[in-house]
């Protein structure tokens, strides 16, 4: 189940990171001889793509269910993902781009909401933060991948970054077969008046466990009262998040905003960082993202238990600072011309070691805040403004300061995203909310419950 849900973070970064790493190969002329604000701003597509379709698919999949969303936005993406390769301009490049963000954009509201209502609540934050940071897995196969396909003497540059698109849906293609393994959540069936496959489906499970020798001792006495719905109507949901949960409401967007423009305006430019400013050849770019990709996939799994230790606001404020502090550190050592690119990767692996964990703990913190019957639509509503006011002009925005060849203004971009994480860190000090060890329920009571 774990990997099944996973591989949707893996995807994205397979498809963030082949975007970042081809930047290069875009530009060539005998290519599509893009200039580096296109490159920019095809990135920027693919981001408000994913808002798009956040918001859409978030709001059918409260209404359909989790698992019948998995299949709907998955199939999208491969669609999309596959017509990148075969873009010719910059329009059909940006259109594709945005169909994929779309696909992607849509998985996070289902994968997020399955996330939180399957796993147990000891254990939620560790493992919520593991499966987000796995988008550095395929960060990982992708610069890999990019180190053969856009080697010049084995592929022409119109052909390679067209490869590693496409193989992107071949992967694809393995999930679909992995996604019937997951069931629908318990709790979402039970809501919507289908007890009998809720309890089917907590039977199995207890039959596995008990299988495998554990014993699950005794169930405390609970009722409650639930009244089924179909669905949960747009002034409802307005009437939770904004009379009764101000705070989180501020609180989610923060971390949002803030988490999306600095790894977007970092992440998505770094090959042009790379062959720019340390005149790195475009097929060497992937040797310095598999050190980069480690340290964001150790983050999560280092620092994850302790926020069901620990507790949720202490981690939050200390990665969310941490990671400000060090990219503000190595962007006066960028001005100062005391990196090259080897301590440059070096510097953003220590920043992200941080960061990937900060970046997880905002899409935990979002979809534990809110009551079950809105919490995809919560989830896709805090992507889409923290993605689309933090993050969908950051690559293009950093893209027009490394045009400019000036380290002084490239600092300048460093310092407002070093600045937005450092706010994020205080307002977590001040209204973050202690989730950990809790069942949802005495998080966030579902409307549904007299």
């Not at 150790?298 to 990665?319: E, K, Q, Y």
């Not at 080897?342 to 970046?359: D, E, G, H, P, R």
Request: overall charge neutral; some cysteine.
């Amino acid at each position: 189940m774990v990997f099944a849900l996973g591989i949707t973070w893996i995807l994205d970064g397979l498809e963030v990171t082949l975007a970042g790493s081809v930047a290069g190969a875009l530009r060539d002329p005998e290519s599509l001889a893009l200039s580096p604000s296109q490159v920019g701003l095809a990135n920027s597509a693919y981001l408000a793509g994913a808002v798009t379709g956040a918001l859409f698919f978030g709001w059918l999949t409260d209404r359909w269910g989790r698992k019948r969303l998995f299949s709907v936005t998955l199939g999208l993406y491969l669609l999309a993902t596959a017509g990148t390769a075969f873009a010719w301009d910059f329009p059909s490049l940006a259109l594709m781009r945005f169909l994929t963000g779309a696909g992607i954009g849509g998985e996070y509201s289902a994968i997020n909401s399955a996330i939180q209502e399957l796993i147990p609540a000891r254990r939620r934050g560790w493992t919520d933060l593991a499966i987000n940071g796995s988008f550095w897995i395929g960060a990982a196969m992708a610069s890999g991948a990019t180190i053969v396909v856009l080697d010049p003497d084995l592929f022409a540059p119109d052909l390679g970054w067209r490869v590693s698109f496409f193989g992107g849906a071949i992967i694809g293609c393995v999930i679909i077969w992995l996604r019937r393994y997951i069931p629908e959540s318990p709790r979402w069936l039970a809501v919507h008046g289908r007890p009998e496959e809720a309890h089917a489906i907590v039977s199995d499970i207890e039959r596995r466990v008990a299988a495998e020798g554990h014993d699950l001792g005794p169930v405390p006495p609970s009722a409650v009262r639930v009244t089924p719905r179909v669905a949960t109507s747009l002034a409802e949901v307005a009437r939770t998040l904004l009379r009764t949960y101000p705070r989180r409401v501020v609180y989610g967007l923060t971390l949002m905003i803030a988490q999306a423009f600095f790894y977007n305006a970092i992440f998505f430019t770094y090959a042009m960082m790379l062959t720019d400013f340390y005149a790195v050849p475009v097929s060497g770019v992937g040797w310095y993202i598999l050190p980069f990709a480690a340290g964001n996939v150790l983050g999560p799994l280092v620092l994850g238990r302790f926020f069901d230790s620990i507790g949720r606001r202490p981690m939050i404020v200390g990665t969310y600072a941490a990671s400000g502090v060090l990219l503000l550190a190595s962007g006066f050592a960028f001005r100062a011309g005391l990196l090259d690119a080897t301590t440059q990767t070096l510097c953003w692996s220590a920043t992200f070691f941080f960061a990937s964990a900060a970046a997880s703990s905002s899409y935990l913190t979002v979809a534990e805040a809110f009551p079950l019957e809105i919490r995809a639509l919560a989830i896709a509503l805090f992507y889409a403004l923290g993605t689309g006011l933090g993050g969908v002009a950051a690559p293009w925005f950093f893209g027009v300061l490394i045009e400019s060849g000036s380290r002084d203004q490239v600092l300048v971009g460093y310092a407002l995203a070093s600045v937005l994480m450092l706010g994020a860190a205080l307002v977590a000090w001040r209204i973050g909310f202690d989730s950990e060890r809790k069942s949802l329920e005495d998080v966030a009571k579902p409307l549904s419950w007299d």
